[in-house]
């Protein structure tokens, strides 16, 4: 092996490298969730209760001049501050979907996207069945949402026992539902809107898309003036801060500089040319001038061939993945067992519970045989029956995105409580449902 490809290995490499591993898995933001739901869940229910509880309500914010500015709970910061990193790289998803994904083709893109729309409205029907009236009304929205971190990590636990069009399929519909919770977030939960500051925020977004268009690449440009001007803007103004998120999203660039085969050909020209200047640099340590210009230019040109949207989305998953949605877990799924039993049989409690588990089935899995029956979209390929009813099930799994929306449709701690309870009924029965079904078919 040559100088140049030796690769030194240090003492930390060995606690590193399983964490790669483990972050590279799919399934293992759902693992990750997964333990940060029952350490929650323990705390809630621990003789550290009070002090769980009591942590999150603590404010923090920014003061000059004897004022104060965006003081928030903790908690509050978590919802509206980290929770905006998930809906930014959910918005880069489903931009790189529609741009050139599973959503660019209207034909295949119409399945997913009207099983998506099933599978939000008819769970919000069947909860304002039991809610038609009261406080409890405003509720309708949290059985729309799938959590597609604990989907995916399901169907990942799969393996190869499931068909690749099911995980596409399900990834397609966990978009657009993701897409459809942010709309109704926009347009049914947001109140005391301040129209100058929403008009900041809009010269903002406008200022990033014209830098889009202008041909503006840098990374930093569209950080300063997305969390800095928009995010800001946004949450000051009433409408949900996560809003800004998408919408800011969709200003990043989506195209390349290069093409594949000139970026190819100039990296073949440098990593020749490396080589002649490697035969001559005879130092032990550090790089020969010759050698960083050609390795910085080497960078360019890769940075040129990754568009903008694609190197965001690729740096901020892990971060969303295994920071943003853990700790989100760990503020809003706590809930303490010392329940009085009626608020089982509570009318939001059922609601939300059927909404999810009743309802996510029924839309997704009805809607799709709907428009296959009609030929209006043909159904995927390598898949069967079986494989859209498991699937109907894990979208069933409303996790985040439910009790997200939960901590904007209720003030009431009781229902905010009963909802919870719903939310975590339906999803384990979802999930359990849905690994059953698919493992099942698998091994006939």
Not at 29 to 47: D, E, K, T, W, Y
Not at 239 to 264: C, L, Q, W
Not at 287 to 301: A, F, I, R, Y
Request: hydrophobic share 50%; charged share 15%.
């Amino acid at each position: 092996m040559s100088r140049i490809e030796k690769q030194k290995t240090y003492p930390i490499d060995k606690f590193v490298y399983p964490v790669q591993m483990f972050i590279q898995q799919e399934k293992s933001g759902g693992i990750m969730l997964g333990i940060c739901v029952v350490i929650a869940l323990f705390l809630a229910n621990s003789p550290w209760s009070e002090e769980y509880f009591h942590f999150f309500e603590h404010k923090f914010g920014f003061r000059f001049d004897g004022k104060s500015y965006l003081e928030f709970s903790i908690h509050h910061w978590i919802n509206d501050g980290l929770m905006a990193i998930f809906f930014f790289v959910a918005g880069l998803e489903l931009k790189r979907e529609i741009a050139g994904g599973e959503l660019s083709n209207p034909r295949q893109a119409l399945l997913p996207v009207a099983a998506a729309l099933g599978g939000m409205i008819v769970p919000a029907l069947i909860y304002l069945f039991f809610n038609t009236v009261g406080s409890a009304h405003k509720g309708w929205g949290i059985p729309m949402a799938t959590d597609i971190a604990f989907a995916l990590g399901v169907l990942h636990l799969l393996g190869k026992k499931v068909p690749l069009s099911l995980k596409v399929f399900l990834t397609a519909l966990a978009i657009v539902d993701d897409l459809g919770a942010v709309l109704v977030i926009a347009f049914f939960y947001t109140s005391d809107i301040s129209i100058t500051n929403l008009l900041i925020g809009f010269v903002f977004i406008s200022s990033m898309y014209i830098g889009n268009r202008l041909g503006i690449r840098n990374l930093f440009f569209y950080a300063f003036l997305g969390i800095g001007g928009v995010w800001t803007a946004f949450l000051l103004s009433g409408v949900h801060a996560t809003i800004a998120s998408v919408m800011a999203a969709f200003t990043i660039p989506a195209d390349i500089r290069i093409g594949k085969n000139e970026y190819i050909r100039k990296i073949q020209e440098y990593l020749s040319y490396l080589k002649t200047i490697d035969s001559k640099h005879k130092k032990k340590a550090g790089l020969s001038e010759n050698q960083l210009d050609t390795l910085v230019e080497v960078k360019k040109g890769t940075n040129l061939a990754i568009p903008p949207l694609q190197r965001l989305e690729h740096a901020l998953h892990p971060i969303a993945t295994f920071c943003v949605i853990p700790v989100f877990a760990l503020a809003n799924a706590g809930v303490s067992m010392r329940i009085d039993p009626s608020l089982l049989l509570s009318s939001v409690t059922i609601g939300v519970a059927l909404g999810l588990f009743v309802g996510k089935v029924a839309g997704v899995v009805g809607t799709t045989l709907l428009l296959v029956r009609l030929k209006l979209a043909p159904f995927p390929e390598g898949m069967n029956y079986k494989h859209l009813l498991g699937m109907g099930m894990l979208a069933s799994i409303g996790f985040t995105m439910s009790l997200f929306i939960t901590s904007l449709a209720f003030t009431d701690p009781e229902y905010v409580l009963q909802a919870k309870i719903g939310i975590f009924s339906a999803s384990i029965l979802g999930g359990l449902a849905g690994y059953i079904i698919l493992n099942k078919n698998a091994r006939r």
